[in-house]
């Protein structure tokens, strides 16, 4: 019963922000790692930044110095501030989350729905 729930695309122009969130429900017993994908029309879909539990995080060289990821892990929320954009950041934006349901519980790979950013020049 674990979903994730992503908000926050939009429409912006070359060098605005976004803020995009995305807040896991049901029943969750541990989270480890939580990050942001995203897809552009044609291409595959690339990792954008991942964060652990303990606060290390990870960037796409392409976002470094753009982008910064936070996660509030009492609200099961992961975070993407998005600065600087550029045309080239339009994408459908993924949340991704690896969660253990329980403490018998293996862990899965957790995706939401997606949230589109377009960046107008």
């Known amino acids: 019963q674990v979903q994730l729930v992503e908000s926050g695309g939009g429409l912006v122009q070359a060098g605005g922000s976004l803020r995009l969130s995305c807040a896991a429900s049901g029943s969750i017993f541990s989270i480890d790692t939580m990050g942001w994908y995203r897809q552009a029309p044609g291409k595959q879909r690339e990792m954008v930044s991942t964060i652990i539990s303990g606060g290390n995080t990870n960037y796409a060289d392409s976002v470094k110095g753009r982008f910064t990821i936070s996660r509030d892990n009492a609200k099961n929320t992961v975070y993407l501030q998005m600065n600087s954009l550029k045309p080239e950041d339009t994408a459908v934006y993924y949340c991704?989350?690896?969660?253990?349901?329980?403490?018998?519980?293996?862990?899965?790979?957790?995706w939401g729905q997606g949230t589109q950013v377009t960046v107008s020049s």
């Open positions: 991704h989350a690896h969660i253990r349901r329980n403490h018998y519980d293996p862990w899965y790979n957790y």
